[in-house]
């Protein structure tokens, strides 16, 4: 993402997050534009109008079941027709970053309301729940085949 739409990203980026602030999403952006490789940023869907519809932050990383994988978080499509439109074209970037970096798989972020789970799994999960964990985001993985 260029510099110059990190503003104008921040109403898509408050759908999910409402309280951030303008100072709080720069400071989150910063990173990401300073960057010279390509390994982490930030992916923009654009409709026809040339609206911000969908936004993708991406790093990749080595994963311990995975390898090498393309962690996306946020994730965030706007779909106001109904379409789909914003997340098929969100994802197909993502898939196309994904193998061009030579990652094995790619993880998404899914934000989600604090009722995902809804019963506990077992001794190490109860003692996350005691020590005030919660249940925030879903993480969805999909296997790829790095481009050659």
Known sequence: MAADWVDRALPLVRGLRSDLSLRE??????????????????????????????????????DIRHGRVLMVDPFIAVDLYGRNFAAQMLLARVDTLAGSLGCRAIHIAYETADGLVTHRRGNTFDRLFDKGYRADSLRLCKGVTPAV
């Open 25 to 62: 999403w720069r400071s989150y952006c910063a990173p990401f534009l300073d960057r010279a490789d390509s390994a982490s940023g930030l992916e923009c869907v654009l409709d026809e109008k040339d609206y911000l519809i969908g936004l993708a932050g991406y790093e990749a990383r080595p």
